[in-house]
C-alpha cells in the first residue's frame, strides 16, 4: 500500500465507491479507497436496491436522474452485470391531495428532463393486472425507474476506477485523521498511514465515529428499516408464465410502503412508525455484515395493507424479515459537500437513499474537488445546513425522517419533532398572540399569526389553504399601517482590521461601503459567477484594531457562511473576524407609519433627511442604549431593521408595540414577508440566487463591479458578458385559480419550456399570483405571453416588469 495519495476515500460502500471512480473518471487517478472489511459490507449488501426517481427536490433530483442513467451504461463500460431491471415505478393516490403531490413534483421532473406521466386508474389497471383498484384516485408512472443490484453496481463502478487507475485497499481500517504541520491530511490504518491533499468521509453506519476522528459531531444515526421476502406467490408465477413482462415496482404512498417482485415473490419494505435509530453511540465492534432480529408486529399494517391491495400477497409465506440500518440526517436528504471548518475534508454520509444518490454524489463531489464547485445546486444537501445539532436531537429527527418518508410532502411542511429547540427572549409573547410556528436552521419563527378563534394550525395543501386570508392580513398592515416582524435568526458577523476592506474587496462582487453608516447588498461568487453567498455590509465606525464592517446573512446559511468566512480569512492578523449572531436580536419595523412610531421611541433624528435609504445609525431605542437602526428590509416598505442587543429584547419588543397601538400595529410572519418580497422581485439566497445561475442572469449586474479589480468570478462574468447571458431573470404574472405557484414550476412558450420558476406565491397587496424565475433571455421580454404549469394545468401567464409593488421605490425612500 502506498503511503501518500491525492484523495482518499474512507468507505467502501456504494457511495465512497462512487466517489472514487467520479474522481478517476475526471482524471484524478491518484486516489484511494480504504475499506475496514470488504466493499458493501455496510448498508448496501442488504439494501433493496430501489432506484426512485421522484424526489420533490430540484437538486437531489437530479443526483438521482445522474444515477439511473449511469447505472445503465456501466456494463457495456466495465463488463460488469449491474442487474439492471427496468421496470418503472408506479406510485398509487387514494386521495386529491396525493394526487396534488405528484402534480407538483411533475412541474419539477420537467424542469430537470425526468419523463413521468399521471394516470388514471383504468392505465394503472393495464400496468398492474394483479392489482386491486378499490379507492385509487391514480399515480404518478416512471417508465425509466426500476431496480438493481446493489452489490454489483458497486462492484461495477469499482471495477472502473482500478481501470482507470484508481486503488481500492480492503481490510485496512482506519484508526485516526490527522493534520500535519504541513497541511496534508494524515489518514492512519492498521497497515500503515497516507499522507494526502483531500480526504473523503463515506463511512455510512460509522459516520459519526469518523467524523469524531477530526472534531466533527454531524448528524448522521442510522435507522432500522425492514423489508419482508416472501416465498413463491402462485398468481405472480402464473401471470409471469403467460409471458408477461416483470411488474413495476409498487409504491403505496398513503399506505407506506414498496412493493416488487423477487423470483417469483415479493419484497414488502414498509416506512413504519415507530421504526428505532441505531447505533446512536456507535458501531459495537461485534456488529460486522449483521442484521437485526425481524420485527413482524411492527410491520402488520402495512402487510395487512399489501394484502388488501394485491390480493394474492396472501398466498405468499413470508421467507424472511431483512432488517438492516440505514443511515439517515435530520431532513432525510444525504449531506455532501464540505466538511466544516476543515480544509479539503468532504462528507458524503447519510444517504437513506443511498443506492439511487450513490453515482450522483459521486458526480457532484468529483465536481467540487476537482473543479473547485459543483455543477449543480448543492444547498439542500450541503453538510453544513444543521449547525451543530446534539446527538439526541439528531436521533429523534432521523427517526421522524425515516417515518416520513411517504407523507404528503406539502411545500409548506413543518416537522414536529424536537421543537422548540432554539427560541428568542420574545418567543411567548408571540405565541400568546397566536403565533403558528416554523422554524429555519433550528430557529422558532412565526408562520403567520391567527386571530382569536382562528385554530392555531396549519391545514396543509397543495392549494390556497387556512392561512391565507390571514396572511393577506399581515400584508395589508404593514403595506398599509405598520407591522412588527421577529427576525433574529439572521446571521451576523463583524470584520474589523487594517485588512478587513481589501479582504473583503476581493470576496464580493459589488464596492465595499466607504461612508460610516453607509449599506451595500454585497454577492460573494462561485468561480462560475453564480451567487454562492449574499452580505448586506455596512461601514461601521472604527475599532480599535482598524476599519469595522457589520455583515448580516441568511440565518439559514450561518454554517455555510461561516465556514466560509473563516476558511478564507487571512492568517496575517490582518483580519479579525467575530460571529456575534446569537449576541444580537432582530426585530423589522415597516409600514408607512413606521418613522411614527421610531419617533415615540428613538433618542435619534430620523428625518428622512437625517436618516436616508441604505443607511445605519447607532442610537438609542426606549430603554435600549445602542440598537443598530439599518433604513432596509426585505419587504419593499419604509422601514428598519433594529438589531439589539438580545437582552433588551423583550424590553423593545413591549415598548414597540405599545408605541404602535394608536396605529394599529400588527404583528407579521414570514408567509407575508415571502408574499411582500414577491411583490418587489427580491431574490432569496439558497432558491433564486444558486450555484446553478449567475448573478448577470439573476439580474444583479447593479451590485457588480467589473471594473474594481479582482473578486472570485469575475473572470467568469466577463466571458459571460461577451458571449452573452443564456438566461434572464422575470417576474411573471399568472392567471390563477385556486392554487399558486411555489418554485420549480416550467415556464411554457409555443409548447417549449423555456423557463423555470425559482419562487413563487401569492401577492397579497398587489392582488396577483407571481413567480420569480430564470428564462431564456430570448424569450425573456416584459409583456410576453406565456404558460406556466400550476400543479396539472398549465395556465395563461405573462412576463410582467420587475417590481409590481412601488417599482420606484417611492416607500422605501419615503
Given at each position: 500500500?502506498?503511503?501518500?495519495?491525492?484523495?482518499?476515500?474512507?468507505?467502501?460502500?456504494?457511495?465512497?465507491?462512487?466517489?472514487?471512480?467520479?474522481?478517476?473518471?475526471?482524471?484524478?487517478?491518484?486516489?484511494?479507497?480504504?475499506?475496514?472489511?470488504?466493499?458493501?459490507?455496510?448498508?448496501?449488501?442488504?439494501?433493496?436496491?430501489?432506484?426512485?426517481?421522484?424526489?420533490?427536490?430540484?437538486?437531489?433530483?437530479?443526483?438521482?436522474?445522474?444515477?439511473?442513467?449511469?447505472?445503465?451504461?456501466?456494463?457495456?463500460?466495465?463488463?460488469?452485470?449491474?442487474?439492471?431491471?427496468?421496470?418503472?415505478?408506479?406510485?398509487?393516490?387514494?386521495?386529491?391531495?396525493?394526487?396534488?403531490?405528484?402534480?407538483?413534483?411533475?412541474?419539477?421532473?420537467?424542469?430537470?428532463?425526468?419523463?413521468?406521466?399521471?394516470?388514471?386508474?383504468?392505465?394503472?389497471k393495464k400496468l398492474w393486472p394483479l392489482i386491486d383498484a378499490d379507492g385509487l384516485v391514480g399515480a404518478l408512472w416512471h417508465s425509466t425507474d426500476g431496480h438493481i443490484a446493489p452489490v454489483d453496481v458497486t462492484m461495477a463502478m469499482a471495477k472502473g476506477a482500478r481501470t482507470m487507475g484508481a486503488t481500492i485497499h480492503q481490510q485496512t481500517q482506519v484508526t485516526a485523521i490527522e493534520r500535519s504541520d504541513e497541511s496534508e491530511w494524515i489518514v492512519k490504518t492498521d497497515n500503515g498511514d497516507i499522507r494526502c491533499e483531500h480526504v473523503i468521509c463515506a463511512t455510512g453506519n460509522y459516520a459519526r465515529t469518523t467524523a469524531r476522528m477530526v472534531g466533527l459531531?454531524?448528524?448522521?444515526?442510522?435507522?432500522?428499516?425492514?423489508?419482508?421476502?416472501?416465498?413463491?406467490?402462485?398468481?405472480?408465477?402464473?401471470?409471469?408464465?403467460?409471458?408477461?413482462?416483470?411488474?413495476?415496482?409498487?409504491?403505496?404512498?398513503?399506505?407506506?410502503?414498496?412493493?416488487?417482485?423477487?423470483?417469483?415473490?415479493?419484497?414488502?419494505?414498509?416506512?413504519?412508525?415507530?421504526?428505532?435509530?441505531?447505533?446512536?453511540?456507535?458501531?459495537?465492534?461485534?456488529?460486522?455484515?449483521?442484521?437485526?432480529?425481524?420485527?413482524?408486529?411492527?410491520?402488520?399494517?402495512?402487510?395487512?395493507?399489501?394484502?388488501?391491495?394485491?390480493?394474492?400477497?396472501?398466498?405468499?409465506?413470508?421467507?424472511?424479515?431483512?432488517?438492516?440500518?440505514?443511515?439517515?440526517?435530520?431532513?432525510?436528504?444525504?449531506?455532501?459537500?464540505?466538511?466544516?471548518?476543515?480544509p479539503n475534508f468532504w462528507i458524503s454520509e447519510g444517504h437513506s437513499f443511498g443506492i439511487t444518490a450513490a453515482g450522483g454524489a459521486g458526480w457532484q463531489l468529483a465536481n467540487w474537488i476537482v473543479e473547485g464547485e459543483p455543477s449543480v445546486d448543492m444547498i439542500g444537501v450541503d453538510p453544513r445546513r444543521f449547525g451543530v445539532v446534539s446527538k439526541n436531537f439528531a436521533k429523534i429527527k432521523n427517526e421522524e425522517a425515516y417515518e416520513h418518508v411517504f407523507v404528503n410532502h406539502f411545500p409548506m411542511e413543518e416537522r414536529p419533532a424536537a421543537r422548540p429547540a432554539k427560541t428568542t427572549p420574545i418567543y411567548h409573547r408571540l405565541d400568546e398572540a397566536g403565533a403558528v410556528?416554523?422554524?429555519?436552521?433550528?430557529?422558532?419563527?412565526?408562520?403567520?399569526?391567527?386571530?382569536?378563534?382562528?385554530?392555531?394550525?396549519?391545514?396543509?395543501?397543495?392549494?390556497r389553504s387556512n392561512w391565507f386570508p390571514h396572511v393577506g392580513n399581515e400584508v395589508k398592515a404593514m403595506r398599509e399601517r405598520v407591522g412588527l416582524m421577529e427576525l433574529s435568526s439572521f446571521a451576523k458577523y463583524e470584520v474589523e482590521g487594517p485588512g478587513a476592506r481589501d479582504w473583503l474587496d476581493q470576496m464580493v462582487a459589488n464596492a465595499i461601503p466607504k461612508g460610516i453608516g453607509r449599506i451595500n447588498l454585497c454577492h460573494a461568487l462561485n468561480p462560475s459567477g453564480s451567487v454562492r453567498s449574499e452580505f448586506?455590509?455596512?461601514?461601521?465606525?472604527?475599532?480599535?484594531?482598524?476599519?469595522?464592517?457589520?455583515?448580516?446573512?441568511?440565518?439559514?446559511?450561518?454554517?455555510?457562511?461561516?465556514?466560509?468566512?473563516?476558511?478564507?480569512?487571512?492568517?496575517?492578523?490582518?483580519?479579525?473576524?467575530?460571529?456575534?449572531?446569537?449576541?444580537?436580536?432582530?426585530?423589522?419595523?415597516?409600514?408607512?407609519?413606521?418613522?411614527?412610531?421610531?419617533?415615540?421611541?428613538?433618542?435619534?433624528?430620523?428625518?428622512?433627511?437625517?436618516?436616508?435609504?441604505?443607511?445605519?445609525?447607532?442610537?438609542?431605542?426606549?430603554?435600549?442604549?445602542?440598537?443598530?437602526?439599518?433604513?432596509?428590509?426585505?419587504?419593499?416598505?419604509?422601514?428598519?431593521?433594529?438589531?439589539?442587543?438580545?437582552?433588551?429584547?423583550?424590553?423593545?419588543?413591549?415598548?414597540?408595540?405599545?408605541?404602535?397601538?394608536?396605529?394599529?400595529?400588527?404583528?407579521?410572519?414570514?408567509?407575508?414577508?415571502?408574499?411582500?418580497?414577491?411583490?418587489?422581485?427580491?431574490?432569496?439566497?439558497?432558491?433564486?440566487?444558486?450555484?446553478?445561475?449567475?448573478?448577470?442572469?439573476?439580474?444583479l449586474s447593479r451590485f457588480v463591479k467589473l471594473n474594481k479589480g479582482q473578486f472570485t468570478g469575475r473572470e467568469a462574468l466577463v466571458r459571460q458578458q461577451e458571449d452573452g447571458v443564456p438566461n434572464s431573470y422575470c417576474t411573471i404574472e399568472i392567471d390563477a385559480d385556486d392554487a399558486d405557484p411555489f418554485g420549480n414550476e416550467p415556464v411554457f412558450m409555443d409548447g417549449e419550456v423555456v423557463g423555470r420558476g425559482t419562487a413563487g406565491g401569492y401577492g397579497h397587496h398587489v392582488g396577483k399570483s407571481l413567480l420569480l424565475g430564470y428564462v431564456k433571455t430570448e424569450f425573456a421580454e416584459v409583456g410576453r405571453e406565456c404558460q406556466v404549469r400550476v400543479l396539472d394545468q398549465l395556465r395563461p401567464a405573462r412576463i410582467i416588469a420587475e417590481s409590481p409593488y412601488d417599482p420606484e421605490n417611492k416607500a422605501l425612500r419615503g
Open positions: 500500500m502506498k503511503d501518500t495519495a491525492r484523495v482518499v476515500v474512507v468507505g467502501g460502500g456504494v457511495v465512497g465507491v462512487s466517489a472514487l471512480y467520479h474522481l478517476a473518471k475526471l482524471g484524478w487517478t491518484d486516489c484511494m479507497l480504504l475499506e475496514r472489511t470488504e466493499l458493501t459490507a455496510g448498508s448496501t449488501w442488504h439494501a433493496a436496491g430501489l432506484l426512485p426517481l421522484f424526489n420533490m427536490s430540484y437538486s437531489v433530483g437530479q443526483l438521482h436522474q445522474y444515477s439511473v442513467e449511469l447505472y445503465k451504461t456501466l456494463e457495456a463500460e466495465t463488463g460488469q452485470a449491474v442487474g439492471f431491471h427496468e421496470n418503472g415505478n408506479l406510485r398509487l393516490a387514494t386521495t386529491r391531495e396525493r394526487m396534488d403531490e405528484y402534480r407538483l413534483y411533475s412541474c419539477t421532473a420537467e424542469t430537470i428532463g425526468v419523463a413521468c406521466e399521471l394516470i388514471g386508474v383504468d392505465e394503472i459531531e454531524i448528524p448522521v444515526i442510522p435507522v432500522e428499516h425492514q423489508f419482508i421476502v416472501t416465498d413463491v406467490d402462485p398468481t405472480l408465477e402464473e401471470y409471469r408464465a403467460t409471458g408477461a413482462a416483470e411488474l413495476p415496482v409498487l409504491r403505496d404512498s398513503d399506505s407506506s410502503y414498496y412493493l416488487r417482485e423477487e423470483r417469483m415473490g415479493w419484497i414488502l419494505g414498509p416506512y413504519e412508525k415507530g421504526a428505532p435509530a441505531c447505533f446512536v453511540d456507535g458501531v459495537p465492534s461485534t456488529f460486522e455484515k449483521d442484521l437485526f432480529p425481524g420485527d413482524l408486529e411492527r410491520l402488520m399494517p402495512h402487510v395487512e395493507a399489501a394484502m388488501a391491495r394485491v390480493p394474492s400477497f396472501e398466498n405468499a409465506g413470508i421467507k424472511d424479515i431483512v432488517n438492516g440500518p440505514i443511515s439517515y440526517a435530520p431532513d432525510g436528504n444525504p449531506m455532501v459537500g464540505p466538511a466544516f471548518g476543515l410556528w416554523g422554524v429555519r436552521f433550528g430557529w422558532e419563527r412565526p408562520n403567520w399569526f391567527a386571530p382569536k378563534g382562528v385554530a392555531r394550525e396549519d391545514t396543509y395543501s397543495y392549494r448586506t455590509i455596512t461601514r461601521m465606525a472604527d475599532g480599535m484594531y482598524g476599519e469595522r464592517f457589520f455583515l448580516i446573512g441568511p440565518g439559514a446559511g450561518h454554517d455555510y457562511d461561516w465556514d466560509f468566512l473563516i476558511k478564507s480569512c487571512p492568517r496575517d492578523g490582518s483580519v479579525f473576524l467575530k460571529d456575534i449572531t446569537t449576541q444580537f436580536g432582530v426585530l423589522v419595523l415597516a409600514g408607512p407609519d413606521a418613522r411614527k412610531v421610531m419617533e415615540k421611541l428613538a433618542d435619534a433624528d430620523i428625518s428622512n433627511e437625517a436618516f436616508p435609504w441604505l443607511s445605519m445609525r447607532e442610537i438609542p431605542v426606549g430603554f435600549c442604549p445602542s440598537v443598530r437602526a439599518l433604513r432596509v428590509n426585505f419587504v419593499g416598505s419604509l422601514g428598519w431593521e433594529l438589531h439589539h442587543p438580545i437582552e433588551y429584547q423583550l424590553h423593545l419588543y413591549d415598548a414597540i408595540m405599545a408605541a404602535g397601538a394608536e396605529f394599529d400595529i400588527g404583528l407579521v410572519g414570514m408567509r407575508a414577508m415571502d408574499s411582500m418580497r414577491l411583490e418587489k422581485s427580491y431574490r432569496l439566497w439558497s432558491t433564486d440566487l444558486n450555484a446553478e445561475n449567475s448573478v448577470l442572469e439573476a439580474g
